[in-house]
């Protein structure tokens, strides 16, 4: 059971991952197209963040799974602290990238808008960050 959890947690972590990367570079294509062909790539964009999301909740759930037999050693992994730091600020920053991009449909803010570039790198950046702890703390 643990190698399937294991499976669909990198399964997640594969989605959410790819799908921010796709946001960044659909973004930048934003910046360099039409305004007609922006409002249709800005129609699509939320449908990746929301990827993000799935991605994230699976790596969610199957990480509470996994973690089962650590809980209680829990206090000498100080890189698990970093990951699970870095993970709930992954999540903070995708949901107020969400609002962000919510407000960029409605027209209120453009897509290229500096603010979403931030949190979208930030985003990516904390990503980065959390696989580089599990993958230090349990190499």
């Known amino acids: 059971m643990k190698s399937i959890m294991l499976i669909f947690h990198f399964l997640g972590l594969a989605v959410s991952l ?18 007609h062909e922006s409002e249709y790539l800005l ?3 939320r ?24 809980w209680g050693s829990l206090a000498q992994m100080p890189l698990l602290h970093i990951k699970f730091t870095a993970f709930i600020f992954w999540y903070g920053t995708l949901v107020a990238l ?3 991009t919510k407000k960029a ?17 930030i985003t990516l950046i904390f990503g980065l960050i959390a696989v580089a702890m599990a993958t230090l703390q349990f190499h």
């Open 18 to 35: 790819g799908s921010i990367i796709t946001f960044l570079v659909m973004r930048r294509t934003c910046s360099k197209v039409t305004s």
């Open 43 to 45: 129609q699509n964009v």
């Open 47 to 70: 449908r990746i963040l929301r990827l993000t999301h799935i991605g994230l909740g699976i790596m969610f759930l199957t990480g509470g799974y996994l973690m089962t037999p650590y």
């Open 98 to 100: 969400s609002i962000y």
């Open 105 to 121: 449909q409605q027209s209120q803010l453009k897509l290229c808008n500096p603010r979403i570039g931030f949190l979208s790198f």
